[in-house]
């Protein structure tokens, strides 16, 4: 299956900073998707995106297939953007997660 | 709204017991999924079904069986709880030919 890693495995921010997280893929996908779990373990979608930029308020995602990577912004962030975001990868029948990153915002 | 219920949300089990973990969903969803996750090591398939009755392991399907009777429910079930399946498990339902994944709110195991 697809190797799916992401970078840097965690994130402190001061609130209204802006960050970027990384998810690097092993092969061509046909799905690329950015996940956010909260503190209470819920997983919430929040970009399908096998390539080009998406935007969603605060977020942004852009992914560049042919070169294997896609990344997540955060711009202002704050409090509730705290949890562990994942990026997931298909190539086949099934879709592989990353180990996630790890993102905390501080007050 | 579309909902994934896990029916236990914490869970301790004693060595060797017989364990089912069970998952529904309301969206009339083919595609079912078990997932658990670790510390460092992401989300990882243990099997998923993509119709009733059907079913096909995963990344790591040791240790672990399914159950797939009705198109709502899908169950995980732990023939002999070990120690190395504390976790936490997560179930998920997809509709055929959408790429939107639906989770539970998981179950966290401890095996003692």
């Known amino acids: 299956g697809i190797q799916v890693e992401q970078s840097p495995p965690d994130l402190i921010l001061q609130e209204g900073a802006n960050s970027t997280l990384r998810c690097n893929f092993s092969?061509?996908?046909?799905?690329l998707q950015w996940f956010h779990q909260n503190p209470w373990g819920q997983l919430i979608n929040l970009f399908y995106i096998p390539s080009g930029t998406k935007q969603n308020g605060r977020l942004s995602a852009t992914t560049v297939a042919t070169e294997r990577y896609s990344l997540l912004y955060i711009s202002s962030s704050q409090t509730t953007d705290s949890g562990v975001y994942f990026c997931?990868?298909?190539?086949?029948?099934?879709?592989?997660f990353g180990a996630g990153t790890t993102v905390t915002v501080r007050a | 709204d579309v909902k994934v219920t896990q029916s236990s949300r914490y869970l301790v089990k004693r060595t060797g017991e017989k364990v089912f973990l069970e998952c529904v969903q309301d969206m009339d969803h083919e595609n079912m999924f078990w997932y658990r996750q670790d510390p460092g090591l992401g989300l990882r398939l243990i099997y998923f079904?993509?119709?009733?009755?059907?079913?096909e392991k995963g990344d790591i399907p040791e240790g672990y069986s399914v159950s797939r009777e009705k198109k709502e429910r899908f169950s995980l079930i732990l023939e002999s709880a070990s120690t190395n399946q504390t976790s936490m498990y997560l179930c998920?339902?997809?509709?055929?030919?959408?790429?939107?994944?639906?989770f539970g709110s998981g179950t966290r195991l401890t095996v003692v």
């Open positions: 092969d061509s996908v046909n799905n």
């Open positions: 997931a990868a298909r190539g086949d029948y099934k879709l592989s």
């Open positions: 998920a339902s997809k509709d055929r030919g959408h790429y939107g994944y639906t």
């Open positions: 079904s993509y119709d009733v009755k059907m079913k």
